[in-house]
């Protein structure tokens, strides 16, 4: 079967998987779906050549943008909503453990390791309000996890990261944390202002292309760690914020939302932000035989 019309294209593919070389089991589940999928695509649209090298000419340029500061095929995948979609898939919702969301590109390992209580803020803006962060991180039968690693980082007030902004002190509005003995965790901070994705180049022309926006709900980005548990790569949002219900990248999910609330004088702060997590207990290895 090797002679190809436009009725049997996905079949004569499908049937070469596989022919000429060992191929593992997940690889033929992955490329069956992907050519069926592609060519369903295709079919449907009537994609015509001129097109389809429009879009072999914009990957490239793609591919030519990417370098340490910059991914560019990350932000086109959430742009569609694509890493969101990967996160659930790899982290499905388990009782009642936190929710995930998408990383983002805008991590920075080895943030400054800071005691409990301590400020993330370097540098001030006129329209800044500090926040004082707190709540627990329990186990899923409700006991405090002690130890807990809480890696958190965020945009300014002019909705720039950090390590975007030359005008920022390095590590800005970031900070290694850890919880105590109780699981309770706390830090101060600004509250977090929305802010637009990159939206030059390939991922502002796939912006354009959908009608889309660039824009990002404010929101706080953690990663949560610690043996024996999964670690939790999550962001929490501002139930106050604009954007909250179109995000650009559709990494919202209702479990995350919390609000701030004018602080007590004691903590110090503008506003007052509580939210506890709960983290899934890792499967144990089956030792192998
Ligand atoms: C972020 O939240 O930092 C982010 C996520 C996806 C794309 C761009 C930015
Ligand atoms: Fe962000």
């Known amino acids: 079967m090797g002679i190809v019309t436009e009725d049997n294209i996905t079949d004569v593919v499908v049937a070469s998987l596989g022919k000429y070389g060992d191929i593992t089991d997940r690889q033929r589940e992955i490329m069956t779906s992907l050519v069926k999928h592609m060519h369903g695509f295709i079919k449907d649209v009537r994609l015509q050549h001129s097109e389809f090298m429009e879009a072999c000419s914009y990957l490239e340029r793609a591919g030519k943008l990417c370098n340490d500061n910059r991914q560019e095929f990350i932000l086109l995948a959430d742009i569609i909503g694509v890493e969101v979609l990967v996160d659930m898939m790899t982290n499905p919702i388990e009782g ?50 002690a130890g807990v690693t809480m890696d958190v980082w965020e945009d300014a007030p002019n909705g720039i990261y950090e390590n975007l902004d030359p005008d920022q002190p390095e590590y800005n509005l970031r900070g290694r944390f850890e919880t105590d003995e109780n699981g309770h965790y706390a830090f101060v901070a600004v509250r977090p202002v929305p802010y637009p994705i990159p939206e030059d180049e390939t991922a502002g022309e796939l912006l354009q292309f959908m009608g889309h926006h660039p824009n990002r709900p404010a929101h706080m980005h953690f990663i949560l760690a610690k043996d024996g548990y999964r670690p939790l790569i999550s962001q929490i949002y501002d139930a106050d914020s ?48």
Request: glycine content about 8%.
């Open 96 to 145: 009642n453990a936190s929710e995930s969301t998408v990383l983002g590109p805008f991590y920075r390992e080895n943030p400054p390791v800071l005691p409990k209580g301590a400020s993330t803020i370097q540098k001030h803006y006129d329209n800044e309000e500090t926040a004082y962060y707190e709540g627990y991180v329990r186990d899923q039968n409700g006991k405090g996890i």
């Open 242 to 289: 604009e954007w909250l219900e179109n995000d650009s990248v559709f990494a919202v999910k209702e479990s995350l939302i919390g609000r701030f609330k004018p602080a007590a004088e004691e903590l110090g702060t503008d506003l007052h932000f509580e939210f506890d997590f709960v983290l899934k207990a890792e499967e144990m290895a089956v030792a192998a035989e």
